[in-house]
């Protein structure tokens, strides 16, 4: 009896102290500093000389300059409380395509033909894993 009360409080402790930690939110990286950990990431999966390197570090900062209006809009909108109507969504999700679109071209005049390949193989595997865990999550939300 003695160890299951214990084994209980322990496991509320540990439950409030894992609690405790969510909520606890870390320091942003810059967005410079995003775009350098992706060129170093890329640069070793991809073995991309100095040349590479500064083409897509150019194209990366243009990405995430980008990225950082839309996410601002965004914000700008949550915070008036108003929702996109269908045509703006829509017009949202057509320029992100746009936008990925015209990054795959630029990739594709930067990069030799095996690297091209690998980085489409590493950007399936990140969308495929991405698809699982909203599946996931999706699942969890349903219980």
Do not use: C, W
């Not at 870390?26 to 040349?51: I, P």
């Not at 601002?72 to 996109?84: D, L, Q």
């Not at 949202?92 to 990069?111: T, V």
């Not at 990140?126 to 909203?134: L, N, P, Q, S, V």
């Amino acid at each position: 009896m003695r160890m299951l009360m214990l084994v209980l409080v322990m496991a509320l402790g540990l439950t409030a102290n894992a609690q405790e930690r969510r909520g606890e939110h870390r320091e942003r990286l810059t967005q410079e500093q995003r775009v350098e950990l992706q060129l170093k990431k890329m640069t070793l999966a991809l073995d991309l000389n100095e040349k590479q390197q500064a083409e897509v570090k150019k194209l990366l900062t243009e990405k995430s300059k980008k990225h950082e209006q839309a996410k601002a809009a965004v914000k700008e909108r949550k915070e008036e409380g108003t929702k996109p109507t269908a045509d703006e969504r829509y017009e949202m999700q057509s320029k992100r395509l746009d936008d990925e679109i015209a990054m795959q071209k630029e990739m594709k005049k930067i990069l030799t033909p095996e690297q091209y390949e690998k980085f489409k193989e590493i950007k399936e595997d990140r969308k495929e894993k991405i698809t699982g865990r909203a599946k996931k999550y999706k699942n969890r939300e349903r219980r």
